[in-house]
């Protein structure tokens, strides 16, 4: 769900350009050097890292603009470079290591960390600590649970992840997922598709199209998928590495992600400066959206984790188990595929 998940988490339109920087890495042999030595030994020189974003920068991003804003990578010994993603999205750079760190989701990274064409990448944090995800449609006309979707119009991207996630949803409220008409669309303006009537409920992310409907004072319905199904409480977005680059350079990726670490519990602290913070990087973004948006996300990023970005086995395993029991992809999913908390946890 890539492309959907770029689309619907948090769609920012028209070309930005980020003062930090302008279009794809470039490879920087540079990378490869670490801050220190096995011993923890700093040493003279920074290590260069980029990092690439899964879409436009947005409240998703907010404590990486806050580690950087406020010197958290500085203090470890680390120059970080934020870049624009390609259109195939971060896997691709990050897999060939162009970029070692990026944003992207358990379900759409999947097909590069199992099968034939896997790439060395794994997820190594959680953004946020649980899917925030649901369908959202006008209030009163029914559609708060998923049975209501029998009968009406959602925008779908025909991708089978998502369909199976919605035919699951609404078969285990006692739907008939057969009566759900599909209509194929990109909905750029959640706000004005769903007044305009052109379809009827909107798979979305709620920090920011769920909030943005409140800003506009768009009065909807909404249910998350998590609450319908524990077992779609997957991670959702995570920031994933290379491999083969944090295995040779395990203390540079752990002080990176300590850094990170910092940069998000900062934003859950103070989501209004933490917004200012991302405005500073990203101005062309809406303020009151923004702020809104990270206030919402601030009781997100960590939640009742142990601490940000930590990565709960039986959950992501859950998921992916779900994805192997439907056939949704083609190959073995042994536990534990993609992820790996030992650089988050020090």
């Known amino acids: 769900m890539k492309k959907a998940k770029k689309i619907t988490a948090l769609i920012m339109t028209g070309a930005l350009a980020l003062s930090i920087t302008a279009g794809c890495a470039k490879n920087n042999d540079s990378s490869s050097s670490a801050p220190a ?23 998703n991003h907010t404590g990486l603009y806050v580690a950087q804003e406020k010197g958290y990578f500085a203090d470890e010994n680390l120059e970080v470079e934020i870049i624009q993603p390609p259109e195939d999205g971060a ?14 989701f358990q379900d ?33 006309k029914g ?3 998923p ?44 706000v004005s598709a769903l007044k305009s009537g052109s379809v009827d409920a909107i798979w979305i ?14 009065e909807t319905d909404y249910f998350a998928f998590k609450d319908i199904d524990p077992v779609f409480d997957y991670y ?12 040779a350079n395990p203390y540079a990726a752990k002080s990176f992600l300590s850094a990170m670490k910092k940069g998000y519990e900062f934003a859950a602290e103070n989501p209004d400066e933490a917004a200012d913070i991302l405005l500073k990087y990203a101005p062309e973004l809406d303020e009151t959206l923004v702020k809104a948006s990270q206030k919402y996300l601030s009781k997100e990023y960590i939640s009742d984790a ?4 930590y990565i709960d086995a039986s959950r992501w395993n859950a998921f992916y188990k779900w994805i192997s029991d439907n056939k949704l992809f083609e190959g073995e999913l042994p536990e534990n595929t993609g992820f790996t908390n030992d650089y988050i946890l020090q």
Do not use: C, R
């Open 37 to 59: 030595d096995k011993n923890g030994t700093q040493t003279a020189e920074k290590t260069k890292i980029s990092f690439v974003l899964d879409w436009t920068p947005n409240t």
């Open 91 to 104: 896997e691709m750079l990050v897999g060939a290591n162009k970029a070692q760190f990026g944003v992207s």
């Open 108 to 140: 759409s990274m999947l097909p590069a960390v199992a099968g034939d064409n896997k790439m060395p990448i794994e997820a190594v944090a959680a953004v946020v600590q649980h899917n925030t995800s649901g369908i959202i449609s006008l209030k009163g």
């Open 143 to 145: 559609m708060d649970t």
């Open 147 to 190: 049975k209501g979707l029998e009968g009406k119009k959602y925008a779908t991207w025909d991708l089978p992840i998502e369909k199976a996630t919605l035919k699951q949803v609404v078969e285990k409220d006692g739907g008939d997922f057969g009566k759900v008409e599909l209509i194929p669309s990109t909905v750029t303006d959640e």
């Open 205 to 218: 992310f709620y920090g920011w199209a769920g909030v943005a409907a409140e800003v506009a004072g768009l």
């Open 236 to 247: 959702t977005p995570v920031i994933i590495g290379n491999t083969d680059w944090m295995k």
């Open 306 to 309: 142990s601490q940000w970005g």
